[in-house]
């Protein structure tokens, strides 16, 4: 059974920063593609960065490009997000997510496997 655990969510001033982690129980990690993606109340899940199989290609929306940064760990089976210069628009439920080959690394319909989301708060 596949189970994405997140945290690292919490309540911070804008400007701030945090870092989010998600621990994966997939038997070959390394072999995943891994993404993280948010989703504020009434507004669709979004895509906020992802990051290839050994870490060499990453990729990032262009509402968090320079302010975050994606990171994987494949011995720990962990993927990171560091999330600096934090604005109350950031503000959502982020969820992990992983899949294989994702068809389109932007889209949440290329992941097979979720977290449960952990939420993120960022004050004015």
């Known amino acids: 059974q596949v189970q994405l655990v997140e945290a690292g969510g919490g309540l911070v001033q804008a400007g701030g920063s945090l870092r989010l982690s998600c621990a994966a129980s997939l038997r070959t990690f390394s072999s995943y593609f891994m993404g993280w993606f948010r989703q504020a109340p009434g507004k669709e899940r979004e895509f906020v960065a992802a990051?290839?199989?050994?870490?060499?290609?990453?990729y990032y929306a262009d509402s968090v490009k320079g302010r975050f940064t994606i990171s994987r760990d494949n011995a720990k089976n962990t993927v990171y997000l560091q999330m600096d210069s934090l604005k109350p628009e950031d503000s959502a439920v982020y969820y992990c997510?992983?899949?294989?080959?994702?068809?389109?690394?932007?889209?949440?319909?290329?992941?097979?496997?979720w977290g449960q989301g952990t939420q993120v708060t960022v004050s004015s």
């Open positions: 997510a992983a899949d294989p080959d994702p068809d389109e690394v932007g889209s949440r319909w290329g992941y097979e496997y």
């Open positions: 990051i290839s199989w050994s870490g060499g290609s990453r």
